[in-house]
């Protein structure tokens, strides 16, 4: 990976964590890996109710589509195989969720779109 993306990548999880804490979110952890890949953001609701898995996609702008379609399958199916690994050793009560932030960065203003449950439909991934 590039320098640029790198730089690029962080700038959007540090943005997209600072919006979740606004929001009342709690961060659990970032750039939490697994041999199945990486989680950017783990947080809790602010009622505490779900933990909340975050794929972070950053752009400059929508030119080549939305953030949130560049999730492919495959990264869902690792992003759920890597959020059992992680309950698995974090006993959490609490329902969980597979979200989305896209921050784009080549506005007039940052603009960050928070996608809630952007996975609804995650179990054919989950193995128990």
Sequence with gaps: MSRYKKNM????????????????????????RTKFGELDIIAVTPDESA??????KTRRNIEHGLAAESVSRTKVARMVKSAQQYLFE??????????????YTDL???????IENAFPDVGEFIDF
């Excluded at 933990?51 to 972070?56: D, I, K, L, P, S």
């Design 108 to 114: 007039a203003e940052l603009e960050i779109n928070h």
């Design 90 to 103: 974090n006993p959490i009560e609490a329902d969980f969720r597979f979200d989305v932030i896209e921050v």
């Design 51 to 56: 933990v909340v898995f975050a794929e972070v």
């Design 9 to 32: 990548g962080d700038f959007g999880e540090n943005a997209a964590e600072e919006m979740l804490r606004s929001k009342g979110y709690r961060i659990l952890e970032r750039q939490y």
